[in-house]
């Protein structure tokens, strides 16, 4: 069965980082499956963070973490991550990680709808 397992949340202050992990398995990491990172606040819906493509060539962020947030991908471990630095109170939210085993056009890697299986979520607060 595929599985994702996302860990690596908390509360932070803000302008603090954290470092998430999303370790895979069930199915072959390196091969064309892309990870993305998703998350969502109470009250708001599920958008997108970033994502990766195999072998981490390609990496996409969006906008409101766009130099801030770091996506990488070992495959040896199975585990994609995602560096959070210069945290934010409006970065408060569940993250989930979830993976495509298959092609996903560019313009919708950051597409939550254009992937198929989905981890449990990490809490992040960042509140002083």
């Known amino acids: 069965d595929v599985q994702l397992q996302a860990s690596g949340g908390g509360l932070v202050q803000p302008g603090g980082s954290l470092r998430l992990s999303c370790a895979a398995s069930g199915f072959a990491f390196d091969n064309d499956c892309n990870i993305g990172w998703f998350r969502q606040a109470p009250g708001k819906e599920r958008e997108a963070v970033s994502s990766i493509r195999r072998r981490g060539g390609n990496k996409y962020y969006a906008d409101s973490v766009k130099g801030r947030f770091t996506i990488s991908r070992d495959n040896a471990k199975n585990t994609v991550y995602l560096e959070m630095n210069n945290l934010k109170p409006d970065d408060t939210a569940t993250y989930y990680c979830?993976?495509?085993?298959?092609?996903?056009?560019?313009?919708?890697?950051?597409?939550?709808?254009?992937?198929?299986?989905w981890g449990q979520g990490t809490q992040v607060t960042v509140s002083s």
């Open positions: 979830a993976t495509a085993l298959k092609h996903i056009i560019l313009s919708r890697m950051l597409d939550p709808m254009a992937y198929d299986y």
